[in-house]
Protein backbone atom coordinates (compact mmCIF):
# COMPACT_ATOMS: atom_id res chain seq x y z
CA UNK A 1 0.00 0.00 0.00
CA UNK A 2 2.81 2.46 0.43
CA UNK A 3 4.27 2.15 -2.71
CA UNK A 4 0.89 3.35 -4.41
CA UNK A 5 0.38 6.07 -2.04
CA UNK A 6 -0.63 9.33 -3.98
CA UNK A 7 -1.03 13.22 -3.07
CA UNK A 8 -4.74 13.95 -4.57
CA UNK A 9 -5.73 17.61 -5.27
CA UNK A 10 -9.35 18.88 -4.87
CA UNK A 11 -10.77 22.03 -5.97
CA UNK A 12 -13.47 23.53 -3.82
CA UNK A 13 -16.13 24.85 -6.13
CA UNK A 14 -18.55 22.27 -8.46
CA UNK A 15 -16.27 19.92 -7.36
CA UNK A 16 -16.66 19.80 -3.22
CA UNK A 17 -19.16 21.96 -3.55
CA UNK A 18 -22.16 21.57 -5.28
CA UNK A 19 -23.65 25.33 -6.25
CA UNK A 20 -25.86 26.88 -3.52
CA UNK A 21 -26.81 25.97 -0.75
CA UNK A 22 -23.06 25.24 -0.54
CA UNK A 23 -22.80 21.43 0.63
CA UNK A 24 -20.59 18.72 0.35
CA UNK A 25 -22.44 15.82 -0.99
CA UNK A 26 -22.26 12.45 0.68
CA UNK A 27 -20.97 10.61 -2.23
CA UNK A 28 -17.94 13.08 -1.61
CA UNK A 29 -17.43 12.59 1.67
CA UNK A 30 -17.36 9.03 1.25
CA UNK A 31 -14.80 8.83 -1.58
CA UNK A 32 -12.42 11.32 0.49
CA UNK A 33 -12.67 8.79 3.57
CA UNK A 34 -12.43 5.88 1.36
CA UNK A 35 -8.99 7.77 0.02
CA UNK A 36 -7.29 8.47 3.31
CA UNK A 37 -8.30 4.97 4.47
CA UNK A 38 -6.19 3.91 1.29
CA UNK A 39 -3.11 5.45 2.51
CA UNK A 40 -3.29 8.50 0.09
CA UNK A 41 -2.91 12.27 1.07
CA UNK A 42 -5.40 14.49 0.17
CA UNK A 43 -4.94 18.05 -0.56
CA UNK A 44 -7.49 21.64 -1.15
CA UNK A 45 -5.93 23.12 -4.57
CA UNK A 46 -7.76 26.48 -5.24
CA UNK A 47 -7.07 29.95 -5.83
CA UNK A 48 -8.25 31.19 -2.48
CA UNK A 49 -6.36 32.14 -0.11
CA UNK A 50 -6.20 29.92 3.31
CA UNK A 51 -8.52 32.04 4.85
CA UNK A 52 -11.66 32.31 2.51
CA UNK A 53 -11.83 28.84 2.40
CA UNK A 54 -15.16 27.46 4.03
CA UNK A 55 -15.13 25.95 7.20
CA UNK A 56 -17.16 23.13 5.75
CA UNK A 57 -14.12 22.50 4.03
CA UNK A 58 -11.80 23.24 6.64
CA UNK A 59 -13.71 20.58 8.97
CA UNK A 60 -12.85 17.86 6.58
CA UNK A 61 -9.17 17.60 7.90
CA UNK A 62 -7.32 17.81 4.81
CA UNK A 63 -3.69 17.00 5.32
CA UNK A 64 -2.79 20.30 3.31
CA UNK A 65 -3.68 22.85 0.93
CA UNK A 66 -2.19 24.64 -1.98
CA UNK A 67 -3.60 28.38 -2.04
CA UNK A 68 -3.84 31.32 -3.62
CA UNK A 69 -3.13 29.83 -7.04
CA UNK A 70 0.15 28.76 -5.71
CA UNK A 71 1.43 31.41 -3.68
CA UNK A 72 0.63 29.63 -0.41
CA UNK A 73 1.63 26.30 0.60
CA UNK A 74 0.38 24.99 4.19
CA UNK A 75 0.63 20.80 5.27
CA UNK A 76 -0.99 20.07 8.65
CA UNK A 77 -2.03 24.03 8.83
CA UNK A 78 1.70 24.79 9.01
CA UNK A 79 2.84 27.86 6.12
CA UNK A 80 5.57 25.91 3.92
CA UNK A 81 5.97 28.31 1.52
CA UNK A 82 4.72 32.03 0.66
CA UNK A 83 5.25 33.90 -2.58
CA UNK A 84 4.42 37.83 -2.93
CA UNK A 85 4.61 40.43 -4.77
CA UNK A 86 6.73 43.15 -2.85
CA UNK A 87 5.46 46.27 -2.01
CA UNK A 88 7.47 48.52 -4.68
CA UNK A 89 5.92 46.42 -7.12
CA UNK A 90 2.63 46.71 -5.70
CA UNK A 91 2.87 50.34 -6.04
CA UNK A 92 4.26 50.94 -9.57
CA UNK A 93 1.81 48.32 -10.87
CA UNK A 94 -0.90 50.23 -9.77
CA UNK A 95 0.91 53.45 -10.83
CA UNK A 96 0.77 51.46 -14.50
CA UNK A 97 -2.48 50.52 -14.15
CA UNK A 98 -3.84 54.16 -13.38
CA UNK A 99 -1.39 55.43 -16.00
CA UNK A 100 -2.85 52.75 -18.55
CA UNK A 101 -6.21 53.34 -17.25
CA UNK A 102 -7.29 49.68 -16.49
CA UNK A 103 -9.94 49.49 -14.36
CA UNK A 104 -8.91 47.36 -11.11
CA UNK A 105 -8.92 46.31 -7.46
CA UNK A 106 -6.69 45.13 -5.01
CA UNK A 107 -7.05 42.19 -3.11
CA UNK A 108 -4.81 41.90 -0.03
CA UNK A 109 -3.84 38.35 1.12
CA UNK A 110 -5.56 37.81 4.50
CA UNK A 111 -3.12 35.22 5.72
CA UNK A 112 -1.34 37.24 8.44
CA UNK A 113 -0.54 40.78 9.25
CA UNK A 114 2.88 40.50 8.12
CA UNK A 115 2.23 38.67 4.71
CA UNK A 116 -0.96 41.20 3.88
CA UNK A 117 1.81 44.20 4.04
CA UNK A 118 3.42 42.69 1.44
CA UNK A 119 0.93 40.17 -0.62
CA UNK A 120 -1.05 41.38 -3.60
CA UNK A 121 -3.53 39.97 -6.10
CA UNK A 122 -4.94 42.47 -9.45
CA UNK A 123 -7.74 41.73 -10.83
CA UNK A 124 -8.78 43.00 -13.75
CA UNK A 125 -12.86 43.81 -14.70
CA UNK A 126 -14.27 41.64 -17.74
CA UNK A 127 -17.22 43.91 -18.88
CA UNK A 128 -19.91 42.33 -19.42
CA UNK A 129 -18.48 39.30 -18.00
CA UNK A 130 -19.58 39.80 -14.29
CA UNK A 131 -23.19 39.88 -12.50
CA UNK A 132 -24.26 43.46 -11.29
CA UNK A 133 -23.43 42.14 -7.60
CA UNK A 134 -19.99 41.38 -8.43
CA UNK A 135 -19.54 44.76 -10.80
CA UNK A 136 -20.86 46.44 -7.33
CA UNK A 137 -18.73 44.66 -5.03
CA UNK A 138 -15.62 45.60 -7.47
CA UNK A 139 -16.14 48.70 -8.55
CA UNK A 140 -13.02 51.61 -7.29
CA UNK A 141 -13.13 53.01 -3.94
CA UNK A 142 -14.42 56.75 -4.09
CA UNK A 143 -12.35 59.52 -1.89
CA UNK A 144 -14.91 62.01 -0.67
CA UNK A 145 -12.74 64.93 1.24
CA UNK A 146 -15.57 66.98 3.38
CA UNK A 147 -13.59 70.62 4.48
CA UNK A 148 -14.99 72.84 6.62
CA UNK A 149 -13.41 76.02 6.68
CA UNK A 150 -14.35 77.23 9.60
CA UNK A 151 -11.70 74.58 11.82
CA UNK A 152 -8.74 76.05 13.32
CA UNK A 153 -7.79 79.51 13.52
CA UNK A 154 -7.96 80.28 9.34
CA UNK A 155 -9.47 78.90 6.56
CA UNK A 156 -7.21 76.24 5.00
CA UNK A 157 -9.33 75.38 2.14
CA UNK A 158 -6.72 76.33 -0.86
CA UNK A 159 -3.85 74.05 1.10
CA UNK A 160 -6.74 71.01 1.19
CA UNK A 161 -7.00 71.64 -2.37
CA UNK A 162 -3.66 71.95 -3.24
CA UNK A 163 -2.84 68.72 -0.79
CA UNK A 164 -5.87 66.63 -2.63
CA UNK A 165 -5.10 67.42 -6.52
CA UNK A 166 -1.53 66.59 -5.91
CA UNK A 167 -2.04 63.33 -4.48
CA UNK A 168 -5.13 61.90 -5.40
CA UNK A 169 -4.68 61.70 -9.24
CA UNK A 170 -5.83 59.02 -10.71
CA UNK A 171 -8.35 58.42 -7.62
CA UNK A 172 -12.16 58.53 -8.17
CA UNK A 173 -12.22 61.80 -5.53
CA UNK A 174 -14.46 64.56 -4.88
CA UNK A 175 -14.10 67.69 -3.16
CA UNK A 176 -17.27 69.46 -0.67
CA UNK A 177 -16.80 72.11 1.57
CA UNK A 178 -19.04 73.09 4.04
CA UNK A 179 -21.37 76.22 4.18
CA UNK A 180 -22.61 76.18 7.36
CA UNK A 181 -22.47 73.93 10.92
CA UNK A 182 -23.88 70.47 10.72
CA UNK A 183 -23.63 70.51 7.07
CA UNK A 184 -20.24 68.47 7.31
CA UNK A 185 -22.62 65.99 8.75
CA UNK A 186 -24.88 66.19 6.09
CA UNK A 187 -22.57 65.57 3.46
CA UNK A 188 -20.99 62.18 4.61
CA UNK A 189 -24.45 60.81 5.23
CA UNK A 190 -25.42 61.74 2.11
CA UNK A 191 -22.65 59.69 0.35
CA UNK A 192 -22.87 57.03 2.95
CA UNK A 193 -26.23 56.37 2.05
CA UNK A 194 -25.68 56.19 -1.74
CA UNK A 195 -24.09 52.48 -1.15
CA UNK A 196 -20.84 53.13 -2.60
CA UNK A 197 -17.86 52.11 -0.97
CA UNK A 198 -16.30 55.69 0.37
CA UNK A 199 -13.69 56.73 2.33
CA UNK A 200 -14.36 60.19 4.40
CA UNK A 201 -12.22 63.24 5.39
CA UNK A 202 -12.53 64.81 7.92
CA UNK A 203 -11.09 68.07 6.85
CA UNK A 204 -10.22 70.04 10.03
CA UNK A 205 -10.33 69.27 13.92
CA UNK A 206 -12.17 67.50 15.96
CA UNK A 207 -15.44 69.18 15.21
CA UNK A 208 -15.08 67.92 11.60
CA UNK A 209 -14.55 64.92 12.32
CA UNK A 210 -17.72 64.52 15.32
CA UNK A 211 -19.92 65.33 11.72
CA UNK A 212 -18.27 63.09 9.32
CA UNK A 213 -17.62 60.22 11.87
CA UNK A 214 -21.80 61.16 13.13
CA UNK A 215 -23.03 61.32 9.28
CA UNK A 216 -21.10 58.03 8.22
CA UNK A 217 -21.93 55.69 11.54
CA UNK A 218 -23.32 52.59 11.16
CA UNK A 219 -22.73 52.51 6.93
CA UNK A 220 -20.90 49.45 6.38
CA UNK A 221 -19.36 50.59 2.70
CA UNK A 222 -17.81 54.23 4.46
CA UNK A 223 -14.45 54.64 6.46
CA UNK A 224 -13.88 57.94 8.00
CA UNK A 225 -10.20 59.29 9.17
CA UNK A 226 -9.12 62.80 10.07
CA UNK A 227 -7.00 64.81 7.81
CA UNK A 228 -5.72 67.30 10.06
CA UNK A 229 -4.13 69.69 7.76
CA UNK A 230 -1.19 70.68 10.75
CA UNK A 231 -4.43 72.10 12.99
CA UNK A 232 -4.87 70.26 16.39
CA UNK A 233 -7.04 67.23 16.76
CA UNK A 234 -7.24 65.60 20.00
CA UNK A 235 -8.46 62.31 19.19
CA UNK A 236 -5.57 61.27 16.63
CA UNK A 237 -3.47 61.63 19.48
CA UNK A 238 -3.90 58.32 20.54
CA UNK A 239 -2.07 57.19 17.52
CA UNK A 240 1.80 56.53 17.62
CA UNK A 241 2.58 59.17 15.14
CA UNK A 242 -0.66 61.67 15.18
CA UNK A 243 1.44 64.64 12.53
CA UNK A 244 0.77 61.36 10.13
CA UNK A 245 -2.85 62.57 9.93
CA UNK A 246 -1.78 65.71 7.76
CA UNK A 247 0.33 63.84 5.52
CA UNK A 248 -2.50 62.55 2.89
CA UNK A 249 -0.22 60.34 0.76
CA UNK A 250 0.18 58.63 4.01
CA UNK A 251 -3.54 58.50 4.72
CA UNK A 252 -4.16 56.96 1.21
CA UNK A 253 -1.98 54.23 2.08
CA UNK A 254 -4.11 53.09 5.24
CA UNK A 255 -5.03 50.77 7.25
CA UNK A 256 -8.04 49.90 9.13
CA UNK A 257 -9.99 49.37 12.46
CA UNK A 258 -13.70 50.01 13.97
CA UNK A 259 -13.82 52.49 16.89
CA UNK A 260 -16.76 52.29 19.42
CA UNK A 261 -18.94 55.62 19.53
CA UNK A 262 -20.95 57.70 22.36
CA UNK A 263 -24.59 58.49 22.11
CA UNK A 264 -25.66 61.43 23.87
CA UNK A 265 -29.30 61.64 23.64
CA UNK A 266 -29.82 62.20 20.22
CA UNK A 267 -26.25 63.02 18.97
CA UNK A 268 -22.95 60.89 18.54
CA UNK A 269 -19.58 61.38 19.52
CA UNK A 270 -16.29 59.98 18.87
CA UNK A 271 -14.10 61.27 21.62
CA UNK A 272 -15.48 62.61 24.60
CA UNK A 273 -18.39 63.52 26.35
CA UNK A 274 -18.88 66.26 29.38
CA UNK A 275 -21.09 67.74 31.03
CA UNK A 276 -21.03 71.20 33.49
CA UNK A 277 -17.94 72.78 33.78
CA UNK A 278 -15.75 70.81 31.93
CA UNK A 279 -18.60 70.75 28.82
CA UNK A 280 -17.92 74.84 29.01
CA UNK A 281 -14.44 74.90 29.45
CA UNK A 282 -14.17 72.41 26.05
CA UNK A 283 -16.20 74.13 24.11
CA UNK A 284 -14.99 77.31 24.64
CA UNK A 285 -11.61 76.32 23.53
CA UNK A 286 -12.56 76.19 19.76
CA UNK A 287 -13.74 79.71 20.25
CA UNK A 288 -10.68 80.93 22.02
CA UNK A 289 -7.73 79.20 19.54
CA UNK A 290 -8.92 81.99 16.82
CA UNK A 291 -7.54 84.55 19.60
CA UNK A 292 -3.92 85.68 18.63
CA UNK A 293 -1.52 84.09 21.01
CA UNK A 294 -3.82 81.45 22.33
CA UNK A 295 -2.95 78.22 20.43
CA UNK A 296 -2.90 74.91 22.25
CA UNK A 297 -3.00 74.86 25.91
CA UNK A 298 -3.22 78.82 26.17
CA UNK A 299 -6.79 78.55 24.84
CA UNK A 300 -7.41 75.82 27.61
CA UNK A 301 -6.06 77.54 29.93
CA UNK A 302 -7.99 80.47 29.03
CA UNK A 303 -10.77 79.35 28.46
CA UNK A 304 -10.40 77.80 32.11
CA UNK A 305 -10.09 81.24 34.21
CA UNK A 306 -12.91 82.67 32.61
CA UNK A 307 -15.30 80.04 33.08
CA UNK A 308 -14.33 79.51 36.56
CA UNK A 309 -15.25 83.08 37.71
CA UNK A 310 -18.33 81.95 36.01
CA UNK A 311 -19.43 79.74 38.58
CA UNK A 312 -17.63 76.05 39.45
CA UNK A 313 -20.07 73.78 40.59
CA UNK A 314 -23.82 72.33 39.75
CA UNK A 315 -26.42 69.98 41.76
CA UNK A 316 -26.79 66.85 39.61
CA UNK A 317 -28.03 63.18 39.63
CA UNK A 318 -25.25 61.08 38.22
CA UNK A 319 -27.15 57.68 37.93
CA UNK A 320 -23.99 55.25 36.77
CA UNK A 321 -22.36 51.69 37.47
CA UNK A 322 -25.71 50.66 39.61
CA UNK A 323 -25.50 54.02 41.83
CA UNK A 324 -27.48 57.37 42.12
CA UNK A 325 -25.17 59.79 43.25
CA UNK A 326 -27.06 63.09 44.07
CA UNK A 327 -25.32 66.25 45.14
CA UNK A 328 -22.88 68.77 44.18
CA UNK A 329 -20.48 68.69 41.36
CA UNK A 330 -18.33 69.88 39.14
CA UNK A 331 -18.72 67.94 36.15
CA UNK A 332 -19.35 64.64 34.84
CA UNK A 333 -16.30 63.49 31.72
CA UNK A 334 -16.96 60.35 29.29
CA UNK A 335 -13.95 59.42 27.27
CA UNK A 336 -14.11 57.17 24.84
CA UNK A 337 -10.48 58.40 23.18
CA UNK A 338 -7.88 59.75 25.34
CA UNK A 339 -7.59 63.34 24.85
CA UNK A 340 -9.18 66.09 24.65
CA UNK A 341 -9.11 70.06 25.42
CA UNK A 342 -6.23 70.71 23.53
CA UNK A 343 -4.26 67.94 25.20
CA UNK A 344 -5.32 66.84 28.27
CA UNK A 345 -4.90 63.08 28.99
CA UNK A 346 -7.27 62.01 32.08
CA UNK A 347 -7.38 58.29 31.24
CA UNK A 348 -4.12 56.85 29.41
CA UNK A 349 -5.69 53.77 29.01
CA UNK A 350 -9.11 54.74 27.47
CA UNK A 351 -9.30 52.46 24.68
CA UNK A 352 -12.06 53.36 21.71
CA UNK A 353 -12.75 49.65 20.50
CA UNK A 354 -13.45 48.32 23.93
CA UNK A 355 -16.76 48.19 24.33
CA UNK A 356 -15.94 50.95 27.40
CA UNK A 357 -16.78 54.17 28.08
CA UNK A 358 -14.53 55.76 30.75
CA UNK A 359 -16.15 58.10 33.17
CA UNK A 360 -14.82 60.64 35.13
CA UNK A 361 -17.09 62.43 38.04
CA UNK A 362 -15.49 65.31 39.97
CA UNK A 363 -17.05 66.32 43.17
CA UNK A 364 -17.24 70.44 43.98
CA UNK A 365 -14.40 71.98 44.53
CA UNK A 366 -13.01 75.64 45.72
CA UNK A 367 -11.83 77.97 43.65
CA UNK A 368 -8.62 77.90 46.01
CA UNK A 369 -8.80 73.49 45.17
CA UNK A 370 -8.53 74.23 41.41
CA UNK A 371 -5.25 74.93 40.92
CA UNK A 372 -3.94 71.47 42.99
CA UNK A 373 -6.06 69.12 40.85
CA UNK A 374 -6.38 70.57 37.39
CA UNK A 375 -2.59 69.59 36.60
CA UNK A 376 -3.17 66.37 38.06
CA UNK A 377 -6.56 65.47 35.72
CA UNK A 378 -4.85 66.51 32.64
CA UNK A 379 -2.08 64.19 33.18
CA UNK A 380 -4.12 61.12 34.39
CA UNK A 381 -3.46 61.07 37.83
CA UNK A 382 -6.63 61.51 39.49
CA UNK A 383 -6.02 58.23 41.08
CA UNK A 384 -4.13 60.54 43.76
CA UNK A 385 -7.20 62.40 44.45
CA UNK A 386 -9.71 59.97 45.33
CA UNK A 387 -11.50 62.43 47.52
CA UNK A 388 -12.30 65.03 44.38
CA UNK A 389 -12.47 62.31 41.35
CA UNK A 390 -14.21 58.79 40.92
CA UNK A 391 -13.76 56.77 38.33
CA UNK A 392 -16.54 54.39 36.19
CA UNK A 393 -16.32 51.57 33.06
CA UNK A 394 -19.70 51.30 32.12
CA UNK A 395 -21.61 51.27 28.69
CA UNK A 396 -24.59 54.04 29.83
CA UNK A 397 -25.36 56.55 32.20
CA UNK A 398 -27.15 59.25 33.20
CA UNK A 399 -27.04 62.75 34.72
CA UNK A 400 -30.13 64.83 35.45
CA UNK A 401 -29.68 68.23 36.00
CA UNK A 402 -31.39 71.14 38.26
CA UNK A 403 -31.31 73.29 34.81
CA UNK A 404 -30.35 72.86 31.40
CA UNK A 405 -26.52 72.38 31.18
CA UNK A 406 -23.45 72.63 29.16
CA UNK A 407 -22.90 69.79 27.35
CA UNK A 408 -19.55 69.12 25.33
CA UNK A 409 -19.44 66.65 22.18
CA UNK A 410 -16.15 66.37 20.91
CA UNK A 411 -16.47 70.53 21.29
CA UNK A 412 -19.54 71.03 19.90
CA UNK A 413 -21.68 72.74 22.26
CA UNK A 414 -25.28 71.18 23.48
CA UNK A 415 -27.34 71.84 26.56
CA UNK A 416 -29.78 69.94 28.12
CA UNK A 417 -31.30 68.92 31.62
CA UNK A 418 -31.49 65.44 31.32
CA UNK A 419 -28.40 63.64 29.30
CA UNK A 420 -28.68 59.77 28.96
CA UNK A 421 -24.94 58.76 27.82
CA UNK A 422 -24.24 55.08 26.71
CA UNK A 423 -22.14 52.87 24.13
CA UNK A 424 -23.69 53.11 20.47
CA UNK A 425 -25.27 50.51 18.61
CA UNK A 426 -23.62 52.24 15.87
CA UNK A 427 -19.77 51.76 14.71
CA UNK A 428 -17.16 53.72 12.93
CA UNK A 429 -14.75 52.29 9.81
CA UNK A 430 -11.88 54.11 11.27
CA UNK A 431 -8.50 54.23 8.54
CA UNK A 432 -5.11 55.87 9.86
CA UNK A 433 -1.72 55.44 7.90
CA UNK A 434 -0.43 52.55 7.57
CA UNK A 435 2.42 51.13 10.43
CA UNK A 436 0.75 53.55 13.30
CA UNK A 437 -0.28 52.22 16.76
CA UNK A 438 -3.13 53.10 18.71
CA UNK A 439 -3.58 50.58 21.46
CA UNK A 440 -3.51 52.50 24.88
Request: charge should be neutral; charged fraction near 25%.
Amino acid sequence: MENNRKLLFFDIDKTLLTPYPWTVPDSAKQALKEARYNGHLLFINSGRTYTMIPEIIKEMGFDGYVCGCGSQIYMNEELLFSSSIPNPLCRKTTELLRECRIPAFFKPSFVSKSLADNTCQFHRWLPGRQTKEIKNRRRPMKHLFIINPAAGSHDQTDWYRAQIETHCVGLDYEIRVSQAPGQCRQIARAAAETGEALRLYACGGDGTLNEVASGAAGFPNAAVTAFSGGSGNDFVRIFSEPTAFSDLSRLLDAEETVFDLIRCNDDLALNVCSVGLDARIGTDVARYKRLPFLQGFNAYAASTVINLFRGISAHYVVEVGGERIDGEQTFVCVCNGQYYGGGFHPVPEADPSDGLLEVLLVKKVSLLQVPGIIGKYKNGRWKELPQFVRHFQTRQLRVICDEPSAVNLDGELLTAQRVDISLAEEKLRFFYPRGLRWKP
